[in-house]
């Protein structure tokens, strides 16, 4: 705490730390070379930490500081708001403002760059350049500083533990996506296990990439050096023992104690008292003050952490008048030398130096003058209905069902704005000021559900407990089925109960909630007929309000995963471009590109799902997970598997960012498949290994997923018992749900060629039949390819080539309808096969050569070298193969190359992916590297030709 009056008058302004200074030193070096770093300061209160980071931010040109605010804690991105000066638009999730940070980073460098050039240009201006004032303790330690080191812009988030958890979720957001950036990131934490941490950035700041620095107390050695040397040796080693070296609580308990600590610490035989509380000291210091001064700052404790001038000034206490502008800076100068307030020169804030410094003085005021100054504060804030509201409720001093009335209000107001965190706030502060049982419990259901929508309900059973405590009514049922999802038969029983005890008439908010969360939990199930009928029922009830996002897109799919695909699609209406989309029509366009790729107009998905994703920058993440999750389905159907892979990683990465990953469970099946069918096992292996996991939980829809994944994977690699572990209990769950239907994933002829190749033909036909037949009924191209082949393969293995040929043949019709290439080529090599093993080379040659095309152009390897085999029995000689240029590029270099060859700049590119600017930076030098290319045009022309 380097500001306190003990440090100023022993003539000290910051003492020790070298080698954590030295370790903050050598990362600004990588950072300044263009290696993002990230630090993690962790230390119990008092230990210098804040101290530790200023001084080092004076070795720094460019530094965007914010401190945890616990006033503040329940504000959504207030913190983040005030590290941008105030700046934001409405981020409607983490993600959306982690980017708003990536473009205040990328702005801050641009920046840094363009001062320090000029800097250069002007030479010397006889002052010491940043990094000479570390000298001494980089070359202590090694570190390597030079003139580059000046360019870095640190981002430091002070008192992490209080700062509210949405924008800590953008931070981790943000950080995560600098890949090149000369960005340095100092995450400043009482301890980084503390609960009120988000788990992503927790994973974030204890990974094996990130700087620890775990600081202590300080030695004897600094100890004396803090208290401007007065001390023996002897003494100090009793004060290091007695205070664990806290600079803190020794610099307190100087303060407070004198000469008489002094004398006590040179005798053994004396003990040395304990430090005094923190508010002691503060206290003393506040007394000190004039009147005016101590006004002002008890009025800036009422405010919260920081506030303006001007409002403390506004605020503070009739005794004596409120002071004139000349008296509140004055006022102010002296709660300044005083260690009670701080201001900076150029922002019209003030702010305490330290929570506990704004604890000491808020708890001192009293009930009478506390209440007195909250009412008068919440008639200050007479145009912001929120801030007065605050105000109030913080006056309270007893029951008050009116106030408790307003603050529901606003709960339930911000709760459809989808602000559930600041809704939460408002309607638990509801709870605590009625003494009607009734309204207590109906408040608190309604802040527990908006804890569940906001992701913040660490403990679900306790939850569950404190719920299941309640009366029993239909929103209580309605919340524990709400918290049972992952236990289906409880929540299936649940939300019954509730529905039974509700009133759809004269309750339709809780009728298209119950709704919605029937639905939800049969899609869940993959029993798409009940997940339409309640969803569609959830949006004739209150459309509005059903609290599940997606409603429509649920009401849709669920039609078409029932078989009635074409039903749907003719049901809606004519829908707008997606960039004059509102987000209900956004949501339709969704549900039409996945019924389009379930129907099998696979371009039409495309198209659909490209636009979608485009301008769904402003939703939720979950919904742009969904959206990348479809349109990575639909491009692996289509072929285009370079994109499917892009937008798998698109929405892999922001699942994890939101500490959500059991949302992109199906995309980790579209990526295993992707994998596998490129011969990339090891990776198709991990992402079915986590649906894996996730199916053990017993939702229908894992189980499925993981055993496509795992199936998909034992085909590539030619394992056919394996094919039939994975699949073969699949047909035991056929009337569980409709994920057999003609247009989603296929597996039952993967099933039946297996069993083919193993020789069952019994097994393998009884797996088809079911598939030949949905097929014909809905008239399905690709199903009918499908089946066709299949069924080809099984009647060549049954010794019937004529009805083999006629299967093929068949297929072969069915294919001319499809966009599904990788599927022609697998019957391609099927029916080359078929053909060669008769003795039709000729023939055979013919459909293994269009076989090989695509299988090349897809570069879907496995399949391939069958395919060259197969044309070397032939006595064809395999054409050489030219690896492909992208084949080079990681799923992100493609995203960054593809946006650019669309004619988009670095700051475009940036803005689309996600990521920073110099990340595009770094990722295009790469890009250029590996493809041999030397500008943006050269780059276009090697994927086209690709292509």
Same mark, same amino acid.
């Given at each position: ?16 730390? @070298?080698?954590?200074?030295? =370790? ?120 390597? =500083? ?45 301890? *980084? ?5 988000? &788990? ?18 300080? &030695? ?43 004398? $006590? ?18 206290? $003393? ?86 209440? =007195? ?140 909630? *119950? ?26 009830? $209150?459309?509005? &309000? ?63 799902? =490209? ?177 066709? @082949?299949?069924?080809? $393969? ?5 010794? &019937? ?35 060669? @093993? ?68 670095? @700051? ?40």
């Amino acid at each position: 705490m380097r500001t306190t009056a003990v440090a100023r008058r022993c003539g000290v302004d910051f003492v020790g730390r @070298r080698t954590a200074l030295a =370790t903050l030193a050598h990362a600004r070096h990588l950072a300044s070379e263009g290696r993002p770093q990230s630090v993690l300061v962790q230390g119990p209160a008092g230990i210098g930490k804040t101290a530790l980071v200023r001084e080092f931010l004076t070795t720094v040109d460019r530094a965007l500081l914010v401190d945890g605010d616990e006033a503040e804690a329940q504000l959504t991105f207030g913190l983040l708001e005030r590290l941008l000066d105030g700046q934001r638009t409405r981020w409607v999730d983490p993600p959306a403002a982690g980017a708003a940070l990536l473009e205040a980073l990328d702005e801050a460098q641009d920046n840094e760059a363009q001062g320090n050039e000029a800097q250069d240009n002007e030479g010397g201006t006889g002052t010491p350049a940043p990094d000479e004032r570390v000298t001494a303790f980089d070359e202590a330690q090694g570190a390597q =500083t030079g003139a580059a080191d000046g360019h870095v812009v640190a981002l430091v988030v002070d008192d992490a533990q209080w700062a509210d958890p949405a924008s800590l979720q953008a931070l981790a957001f943000a950080v995560r996506r600098l890949r090149a950036d000369r960005v340095l990131t100092l995450l400043v934490v009482r301890d *980084i296990d503390d609960a009120r941490l988000p &788990d992503g950035l927790r994973r974030l700041f204890t990974a094996d990439t990130t700087t620890r620095i775990d600081l202590d107390g300080l &030695d004897t050695v600094e100890l004396r050096e803090l208290t401007g040397g007065g001390l023996t040796a002897r003494a100090a080693a009793r004060l290091r023992a007695h205070t664990a070296g806290n600079p803190l609580h020794t610099l307190a308990l100087l303060e407070q104690e004198g000469p008489e600590l002094l004398l $006590a610490l040179e005798r053994s035989d004396m003990a040395p008292p304990a430090p005094k509380s923190f508010t002691a000291l503060v206290l $003393a210091r506040l007394r000190a003050c004039t009147p005016g001064a101590e006004a002002l700052v008890s009025a800036a404790s009422v405010l919260g952490m920081q506030c303006t001038l001007d409002d403390a000034a506004a605020l503070a206490d009739g005794t004596p008048p409120r002071p004139c502008p000349a008296e509140a800076s004055q006022a102010l100068e002296e709660a300044v030398r005083a260690g009670l307030l701080t201001e900076r020169p150029g922002v019209q804030l003030i702010r305490f130096p330290h929570p506990l410094v704004h604890a000491a003085v808020y708890h001192q005021l009293g009930p009478s003058r506390r209440t =007195t100054l909250h009412l008068r504060a919440a008639a200050l804030y007479g145009a912001d209905p929120a801030g007065a509201l605050r105000h109030r409720a913080a006056a309270a001093t007893g029951p008050d069902p009116a106030l408790a009335a307003d603050l529901a209000a606003l709960g339930r107001r911000l709760a459809a704005e989808g602000a559930w965190v600041s809704a939460a706030a408002r309607l638990g502060a509801a709870a605590r000021l009625v003494k009607d049982r009734t309204a207590y419990e109906r408040y608190t259901l309604e802040e527990v559900e908006c804890r569940i929508l906001a992701g913040d309900v660490p403990d679900v059973a306790e939850a569950a407990r404190e719920l299941g405590t309640f009366a029993a009514t239909g929103w209580r049922s309605y919340l524990l089925g709400r918290l049972s999802l992952f236990d289906i038969d409880r929540a299936e029983r649940l939300l019954r109960d509730a529905w039974r005890q509700c009133d759809p008439q004269g309750e339709p908010v809780l009728a298209a909630r *119950i709704a919605g969360q029937f639905a939800a939990l049969y899609g869940s199930m993959a029993r798409g007929a009940e997940m339409a009928e309640w969803a569609g029922l959830a949006l004739r009830t $209150a459309p509005d &309000d059903t609290a599940t996002d997606m409603i429509r897109y649920l009401a849709l799919i669920g039609r078409a995963m029932s078989g009635d695909a074409a039903g749907a699609l003719a049901a809606l209406p004519k829908l707008p471009d997606p960039a004059l989309a509102s987000p209900a029509e956004l949501e339709e366009l969704l549900a039409r590109g996945g019924l389009r790729e379930i129907a099998g107009d696979v371009r039409g998905a495309v198209a659909d799902l =490209t636009g979608v994703f485009a301008h769904c920058q402003g939703r939720a993440a979950s919904f742009r997970v969904l959206t990348a999750t479809a349109l990575a389905s639909a491009e692996y159907r289509a072929g285009r598997w370079d994109d499917a892979l892009v937008h798998c990683e698109f929405a892999l990465t922001l699942a994890a960012d939101t500490d959500q990953p059991h949302i992109a469970l199906y995309c980790r099946t579209i990526a295993a498949l992707l994998h596998s069918a490129r011969g990339s096992f090891g990776k198709a292996a991990a992402d079915a290994r986590v649906v894996r996991e996730y199916a053990a939980l017993g939702h229908l829809n894992p189980v499925v997923w993981a055993s496509l994944a795992e199936a998909h994977l034992a085909r590539a690699q030619g394992r056919h018992e394996e094919v039939a572990a994975a699949l073969d209990p699949l047909l035991a769950l056929d009337g569980r749900g409709d994920f057999a239907e003609p247009g989603s994933l296929p597996w039952a002829d993967v099933l039946a060629d297996a069993w083919t190749a193993l020789d069952d033909h019994k097994r393998a036909a009884s797996a088809l039949a079911p598939c030949e037949t949905a097929a014909v009924q809905r008239g399905h191209h690709g199903a009918l390819l499908l089946a066709a @082949r299949a069924r080809g $393969a099984l009647e060549a293995a049954r010794g &019937d080539p004529a009805a083999a040929e006629r299967s093929f043949r068949l297929a072969l019709k069915h294919a001319e309808h499809v966009e599904i290439p990788f599927d022609r080529a697998l019957l391609h090599l099927a029916y080359g096969q078929f053909l060669r @093993r008769t003795g039709q080379r000729k023939r055979a040659g013919a459909q293994l050569g269009k076989a090989r095309e695509l299988l090349g152009r897809l570069d879907a390897r496995p399949d391939l070298e069958r395919c060259e085999r197969e044309l070397a029995a032939c006595g064809l000689q395999p054409a050489e193969r030219r690896a492909r240029e992208s084949a080079l590029l990681t799923p992100q270099e493609l995203a960054v190359a593809s946006h650019v060859v669309r004619g988009l700049t670095n @700051r475009q590119v940036a803005r689309e992916l996600v990521i920073s600017v110099k990340t595009v930076e770094y990722h295009l030098g790469r890009i250029f590297s590996k493809l041999g290319v030397d500008s943006r045009t050269r780059l276009a022309a090697v994927l086209a030709a690709e292509q």
